[in-house]
């Protein structure tokens, strides 16, 4: 029998005619690829402070939090 994992998430602002619900479904066998594409992606839009050294981009992924800054990053994700 296969194992999915189901990855769910809900939206709704207060007062809002409208509730959004996303979610990914993933076969187990591919949750290690897609956790390891999830930490290169972090890797890859990390920046350095101000010692140099590197910093993953951290936190939550939140679509609200999706800015001109973030866009490419979203994108990359996404995809």
Not at 24 to 53: C, D, F, Q
Not at 54 to 68: C, M, R, Y
Request: no cysteine; charged share 35%.
């Amino acid at each position: 029998m296969k194992t999915i994992r189901i990855y769910s998430d809900e939206s709704r602002h207060k007062n809002e005619r409208f509730l959004l619900l996303g979610g990914l479904w993933v076969e187990e066998e591919n949750i290690p690829m897609i956790e390891k594409g999830v930490t290169a992606l972090r890797n890859r839009h990390g920046y350095k402070n101000s010692s140099g050294k590197h910093i993953d981009f951290l936190g939550e992924f939140k679509w609200t939090k999706v800015s001109e800054k973030y866009l490419a990053v979203y994108k990359e994700l996404s995809d």
